[in-house]
């Protein structure tokens, strides 16, 4: 899971050792040819369920820890990259602020608060039922999502997982028409 194991609720974002953690490590440092090898060959996914936390260059969508992207690095292009979408935040808790990914304010920097992860389909928000990772609506049809060409539409639920996944990505060479 994203922000586990790492840095991911600090006043402010960093990579390696802080004062404020009991693990200081943070990037992946390889004790053989083949383990660093093995860490070329993961997926995304794999990498950010290490103990690390993930990355910051391993993320492939526009928001990431320390991210920092031109226009040139969408190379799926603009129309077709999620730049922001609507979290899944358990049914009855939004305004109250006690769902696992609904804690802090919005500025808390690299957080399960403020980040979601596109490897699932998007949910409608359920009563009692946390998923801090997801993108999610209260709405009915689907869930809100910015393209980073300025453009919001509505992303249906039963959404390709696939096809939700490449329009989060802004380089993986899968380029996908929105629905």
Partial sequence: MFGSGGHGNHARDHVGACSSCSDSVVVHSPSSLSDGDAWTRDSVAAKVNRSDGGLPDLQDG??????????????????????????????GQAEAGTDAGDTAPL??????????????????????????QAFGSPHIGGVNMSFADGSVRSIPYDIDPAVHTALAGRSDRIVVTPP
């Fill in 62 to 91: 526009l928001v990431f820890r320390m991210s920092a992207l031109t226009a040139a690095a969408v190379r799926d292009g603009m129309a077709s990259t999620y730049l922001l979408g609507e979290k899944y935040v358990a049914g």
């Fill in 107 to 132: 500025f808390v920097g690299y957080s399960d608060d403020n980040l979601r992860w596109a490897y699932d389909q998007p949910l409608r928000d359920e009563r009692g039922v946390s998923r801090p």
